[in-house]
């Protein structure tokens, strides 16, 4: 089993900047691929950004791209989000995810292939 704890999220004004964490415990080994998901009030929880354990391989939203950075750092367990010019249309409750396995990258956001989910942190956005 894996746990995912995610922090760094809380209120920013527009274009400024958040840099969320999650961190992974237990059978780490299994956080092969790591992914960002978000839900918005209202909406569906949608992909934000992907990346695979070399962290060569990275995958990004459109909506998010030239934006949003994510890394990791395999010997801490952790990935991060680095969220730069931030948008009130990026407030929602982010979520870390974790596959037990390698994806294409073309694949990386699809939800139903994560195994292991996080609680989330709100990010909220103000204009």
């Known amino acids: 089993q894996v746990q995912l704890v995610e922090s760094g999220g809380g209120l920013v004004q527009a274009g400024g900047s958040l840099r969320l964490s999650c961190a992974a415990s237990g059978r780490t080994d299994s956080t092969v691929t790591m992914g960002w998901f978000r839900q918005a009030p209202g909406k569906e929880r949608e992909f934000v950004t992907a990346i695979g354990w070399s962290g060569r391989y990275t995958n990004y939203a459109d909506s998010v791209k030239g934006r949003f950075t994510i890394s990791r750092d395999n010997a801490k367990s952790t990935v991060y989000l680095q969220m730069n010019s931030l948008k009130p249309e990026d407030t929602a409750v982010y979520y870390c995810?974790?596959?037990?396995?390698?994806?294409?990258?073309?694949?990386?956001?699809?939800?139903?292939?994560?195994?292991?989910w996080g609680l989330g942190t709100q990010v909220t956005v103000s204009s």
């Open positions: 995810a974790a596959r037990n396995g390698f994806t294409t990258v073309q694949r990386m956001g699809i939800m139903s292939l994560y195994d292991y």
